[in-house]
């Protein structure tokens, strides 16, 4: 059972627009066969919420993005609020294809576990704005809601999971009274009337709420007799998990004592494990500060690193022991000789492993360093490297691998594997018997979400060609008998253009790699508007409803990449995207008056930071992205220490604090900035957005208005960060003022025709 302690947004409110210099929406352009704003709201994600140990049956959630409209974004932060989301649910037979509702209508539904024997199908239902354990009997067809005690109410953040013989399900309860608190103290934090906050509170008032999310009463349900015991007394928990023979809970306790602002949503846990029968808890880890933990899948044994050293221990108690790394020398103990000294660093450095992967009873332990993939034995710490890193190649270079499933018996081990200088995807497979590493498949497509059967017959997967929505399959180990088990989105291969890795020359002359999202019926030779989507790195083909969009209105979208240095990350845009420009220039695609940029949230100030130092696009739109680092540094109070980290330590690269490199903060100001900028500026903002605030947006329009320069500002007064998602008005809205911004600034004048799908 994890409890997920995230902020969670939703309630359906009237959209407002607030909007500034010129509201006025002309009629746009559209391809009439092409992808409409009404495909942007229909497209349909499909998600496996759990397959059963024999692989035969799955369930499955499809929804589009109008089931996922009506959050209410001012209870951002709220512990006692879901936003709501939600989809049509499904039980596949794997063997047959045979599809059985769950119900006649969507409906919204979480937390999916199947019980070992396949039988049943527990998970969490919303009933209007609380959540209930349900069970599916596979049998009967037949639902049925588990009662609680009275007092009690489901902790809706907790996860499900059986004991091994299905005699019990862990789940987690909180008492009623959590509710009325959490919101209480909620409630007072936004509407006072008063509000005070000490430097000696041990928390920010904000994290002091979302704290509050972490609490919960584990308990077991016996579905034979209905009874339900809690084996521990409501406390603010981390991971909590049942061993597989249901014997013993072990978890970990929040002994977080203050506001950590060295890891955003910092928290200090100490891990135990107690006799589900009863009995004392005994304590594994006393804190698994600054740990990478990962357990065995029968929850008896745990791996973590620490200090460059890996340790392995079990719940059956005793010292964890060292697997791999070496002690740092103590001053002085170095060699003298620098030749020696780096060659000891060096080897320190081999030894200094990542833990990735424990098998079924934690006989064996997958983990990573600077020259690949190894197996390590556990009982005697003896290894091999089974996948070895090309040791020539830049880390941006290198091939991606992920540790995605590992069959019960600890035989075969499959990673989905990536390219990074070709679109070639796919999955290879380990044996550990044969010590054997060899490519089950590679091709052009995405893979991802591999569920592997308790005996490793088949597998159930998410495939997706590029630039498509994916779908689920079924198939074999080797993967050459595959089945298609979704169909979610017919038609929609049509109604989107292709795609071609870019490769270019950043102006340092390093290798940088983008994506391009042709125009629908892209003529070769034709140089056509083009619009930069910008971020940090970009490398596969992934589908994108607004990219499908745009890309049917006539215009390429490029995804370039960016090299960002730590220090000086302001630089990267300039050097990376005006690269990937040229590039589509010389390739005869892109029209070097018609360039057009935007971004989201980073990628928005990214456009914002870049638009002070070049004047080569025609058009510009920051979406949620902040304009002035000084005033953004230590705002977004339900964040925490968000936007303190960022640039600190974190995605914004400034490497440190305000007192200590202000000038800094002011080189990657663009407010700072605003007299240089030549592109006219769309700025799309949320009154609720408590991730960015929209005041630090809101910075640019006031500068460049004073300058009287070109802008507009766009307020959802009910959206949040990103796409406003409060109503279908408001996604509509955002798309066509996205597209009319381009269209005024990137077509003639007599181009744009009547919209259709709108």
């Given at each position: 059972?994890?409890?997920?302690?995230?902020?969670?947004?939703?309630?359906?409110?009237?959209?407002?627009?607030?909007?500034?210099?010129?509201?006025?929406?002309?009629?746009?352009?559209?391809?009439?066969?092409?992808f409409t704003l009404d495909d942007v709201l229909s497209v349909r994600n499909v998600t496996v919420g759990d397959v059963s140990a024999d692989g035969r049956w799955i369930v499955v959630a499809t929804a589009a993005l109008r089931d996922r409209l009506?959050?209410?974004?001012?209870?951002?932060?709220?512990?006692?609020?879901?936003?709501?989301?939600?989809?049509?649910?499904?039980?596949?037979?794997?063997?047959?294809?045979?599809?059985?509702?769950?119900?006649?209508?969507?409906?919204?539904?979480?937390?999916?576990?199947?019980?070992?024997?396949?039988?049943?199908?527990?998970?969490?239902?919303?009933?209007?704005?609380?959540?209930?354990?349900?069970?599916?009997?596979?049998?009967?067809?037949?639902?049925?809601?588990?009662?609680?005690?009275?007092?009690?109410?489901?902790?809706?953040?907790?996860?499900?999971?059986?004991?091994?013989?299905?005699?019990?399900?862990?789940?987690?309860?909180?008492?009623?009274?959590?509710?009325?608190?959490?919101?209480?103290?909620?409630?007072?934090?936004?509407?006072?009337?008063?509000?005070?906050?000490?430097?000696?509170?041990?928390?920010?008032?904000?994290?002091?709420?979302?704290?509050?999310?972490?609490?919960?009463?584990?308990?077991?349900?016996?579905?034979?007799?209905?009874?339900?015991?809690?084996?521990?007394?409501?406390?603010?928990?981390?991971?909590?998990?049942?061993?597989?023979?249901?014997?013993?809970?072990?978890?970990?306790?929040?002994?977080?004592?203050?506001?950590?602002?060295?890891?955003?949503?910092?928290?200090?846990?100490?891990?135990?494990?107690?006799?589900?029968?009863?009995?004392?808890?005994?304590?594994?880890?006393?804190?698994?500060?600054?740990?990478?933990?990962?357990?065995?899948?029968?929850?008896?044994?745990?791996?973590?690193?620490?200090?460059?050293?890996?340790?392995?221990?079990?719940?059956?108690?005793?010292?964890?022991?060292?697997?791999?790394?070496?002690?740092?020398?103590?001053?002085?103990?170095?060699?003298?000789?620098?030749?020696?000294?780096?060659?000891?660093?060096?080897?320190?450095?081999?030894?200094?492993?990542?833990?990735?992967?424990?098998?079924?009873?934690?006989?064996?332990?997958?983990?990573?360093?600077?020259?690949?993939?190894?197996?390590?034995?556990?009982?005697?710490?003896?290894?091999?490297?089974?996948?070895?890193?090309?040791?020539?190649?830049?880390?941006?270079?290198?091939?991606?691998?992920?540790?995605?499933?590992?069959?019960?018996?600890?035989?075969?081990?499959?990673?989905?594997?990536?390219?990074?200088?070709?679109?070639?995807?796919?999955?290879?497979?380990?044996?550990?018997?044969?010590?054997?590493?060899?490519?089950?498949?590679?091709?052009?497509?995405?893979?991802?979400?591999?569920?592997?059967?308790?005996?490793?017959?088949?597998?159930?997967?998410?495939?997706?060609?590029?630039?498509?929505?994916?779908?689920?399959?079924?198939?074999?180990?080797?993967?050459?008998?595959?089945?298609?088990?979704?169909?979610?989105?017919?038609?929609?291969?049509?109604?989107?253009?292709?795609?071609?890795?870019?490769?270019?020359?950043?102006?340092?002359?390093?290798?940088?790699?983008?994506?391009?999202?042709?125009?629908?019926?892209?003529?070769?030779?034709?140089?056509?508007?083009?619009?930069?989507?910008?971020?940090?790195?970009?490398?596969?083909?992934?589908?994108?409803?607004?990219?499908?969009?745009?890309?049917?209105?006539?215009?390429?979208?490029?995804?370039?990449?960016?090299?960002?240095?730590?220090?000086?990350?302001?630089?990267?845009?300039?050097?990376?995207?005006?690269?990937?420009?040229?590039?589509?220039?010389?390739?005869?695609?892109?029209?070097?008056?018609?360039?057009?940029?935007?971004?989201?949230?980073?990628?928005?100030?990214?456009?914002?930071?870049?638009?002070?130092?070049?004047?080569?696009?025609?058009?510009?739109?920051?979406?949620?992205?902040?304009?002035?680092?000084?005033?953004?540094?230590?705002?977004?109070?339900?964040?925490?220490?968000?936007?303190?980290?960022?640039?600190?330590?974190?995605?914004?690269?400034?490497?440190?604090?305000?007192?200590e490199q202000p000038q800094k903060y002011v080189t990657h100001s663009a407010v700072m900035f605003a007299d240089r900028i030549k592109t006219p500026l769309l700025l799309l903002t949320g009154r609720e957005d408590h991730n960015v605030p929209e005041?630090?947006?809101?910075?640019?329009?006031?500068?460049?208005?004073?300058?009287?320069?070109?802008?507009?500002?766009?307020?959802?007064?009910?959206?949040?960060h990103g796409m406003p998602t409060t109503t279908e008005a408001e996604v509509r809205d955002f798309h066509t003022r996205i597209l009319a911004w381009y269209d005024r600034y990137l077509k003639p004048p007599a181009e744009p025709k009547a919209a259709?799908?709108?």
């Amino acid at each position: 059972m994890r409890m997920v302690t995230t902020v969670r947004s939703a309630g359906l409110t009237l959209a407002c627009l607030c909007v500034f210099a010129g509201a006025r929406l002309p009629a746009q352009s559209t391809t009439a066969a092409g992808f409409t704003l009404d495909d942007v709201l229909s497209v349909r994600n499909v998600t496996v919420g759990d397959v059963s140990a024999d692989g035969r049956w799955i369930v499955v959630a499809t929804a589009a993005l109008r089931d996922r409209l009506g959050t209410d974004n001012s209870r951002f932060g709220d512990p006692t609020y879901v936003a709501p989301s939600s989809a049509e649910l499904v039980v596949i037979d794997t063997r047959t294809g045979e599809r059985r509702p769950l119900f006649p209508d969507k409906r919204q539904a979480r937390a999916f576990a199947w019980s070992p024997d396949g039988t049943r199908l527990a998970f969490q239902l919303r009933e209007g704005e609380a959540f209930r354990l349900t069970i599916w009997e596979l049998d009967r067809a037949r639902l049925r809601t588990v009662a609680l005690p009275q007092g009690r109410m489901l902790a809706d953040n907790s996860s499900l999971q059986w004991s091994a013989d299905g005699s019990r399900l862990l789940f987690g309860m909180r008492t009623s009274e959590w509710a009325v608190e959490a919101r209480t103290r909620f409630l007072r934090e936004i509407e006072g009337p008063i509000v005070v906050q000490s430097s000696e509170d041990p928390f920010l008032s904000w994290e002091d709420i979302r704290r509050r999310a972490a609490r919960a009463i584990p308990a077991v349900y016996d579905p034979a007799t209905g009874r339900i015991d809690e084996l521990l007394a409501e406390t603010a928990l981390g991971d909590v998990a049942l061993t597989a023979d249901g014997a013993l809970l072990r978890y970990e306790e929040d002994i977080t004592k203050k506001t950590d602002y060295a890891e955003i949503f910092g928290r200090e846990h100490r891990v135990l494990a107690r006799p589900v029968a009863g009995g004392e808890a005994r304590t594994l880890i006393a804190s698994s500060k600054g740990l990478t933990l990962r357990w065995s899948g029968n929850g008896r044994a745990y791996v973590y690193a620490k200090e460059g050293k890996t340790y392995f221990g079990t719940v059956d108690g005793g010292e964890p022991q060292k697997l791999t790394g070496e002690d740092t020398p103590k001053p002085g103990e170095e060699p003298a000789d620098s030749a020696a000294r780096n060659a000891a660093r060096d080897a320190r450095e081999k030894e200094r492993f990542t833990p990735v992967r424990l098998n079924e009873t934690g006989e064996w332990l997958v983990a990573t360093n600077k020259e690949g993939f190894w197996l390590i034995e556990t009982a005697s710490a003896q290894r091999r490297l089974f996948l070895a890193a090309p040791q020539n190649d830049s880390d941006r270079t290198l091939p991606r691998y992920e540790v995605a499933a590992w069959s019960r018996d600890g035989n075969d081990i499959y990673l989905t594997y990536a390219s990074r200088t070709q679109w070639q995807r796919g999955i290879v497979r380990y044996d550990r018997r044969t010590n054997e590493l060899r490519d089950v498949v590679k091709d052009g497509r995405l893979y991802s979400s591999l569920r592997l059967a308790a005996d490793g017959s088949s597998l159930v997967l998410t495939i997706a060609e590029g630039n498509r929505p994916g779908d689920v399959y079924v198939a074999d180990r080797d993967l050459r008998d595959v089945r298609r088990l979704t169909d979610a989105n017919p038609g929609v291969a049509a109604r989107t253009g292709r795609t071609e890795l870019l490769k270019y020359l950043d102006a340092d002359g390093d290798e940088m790699y983008g994506v391009v999202y042709y125009p629908l019926g892209y003529q070769p030779g034709t140089r056509v508007p083009t619009i930069f989507i910008v971020y940090e790195d970009f490398f596969d083909d992934r589908f994108n409803a607004t990219i499908s969009f745009l890309t049917s209105n006539g215009y390429a979208v490029v995804q370039p990449s960016v090299d960002l240095e730590r220090g000086f990350p302001g630089e990267a845009w300039v050097k990376g995207v005006t690269a990937a420009a040229n590039k589509l220039i010389d390739m005869g695609i892109a029209d070097p008056k018609r360039l057009g940029v935007h971004g989201t949230s980073y990628g928005g100030y990214a456009t914002n930071l870049l638009v002070t130092q070049t004047d080569r696009f025609a058009a510009a739109i920051n979406i949620s992205g902040k304009t002035d680092m000084i005033s953004f540094y230590t705002d977004s109070p339900r964040l925490g220490t968000r936007n303190i980290h960022a640039p600190e330590k974190s995605q914004d690269r400034i490497g440190a604090t305000l007192w200590e490199q202000p000038q800094k903060y002011v080189t990657h100001s663009a407010v700072m900035f605003a007299d240089r900028i030549k592109t006219p500026l769309l700025l799309l903002t949320g009154r609720e957005d408590h991730n960015v605030p929209e005041r630090t947006t809101s910075e640019m329009f006031y500068a460049l208005r004073r300058l009287g320069k070109r802008v507009e500002w766009v307020s959802y007064i009910n959206g949040g960060h990103g796409m406003p998602t409060t109503t279908e008005a408001e996604v509509r809205d955002f798309h066509t003022r996205i597209l009319a911004w381009y269209d005024r600034y990137l077509k003639p004048p007599a181009e744009p025709k009547a919209a259709n799908g709108r």
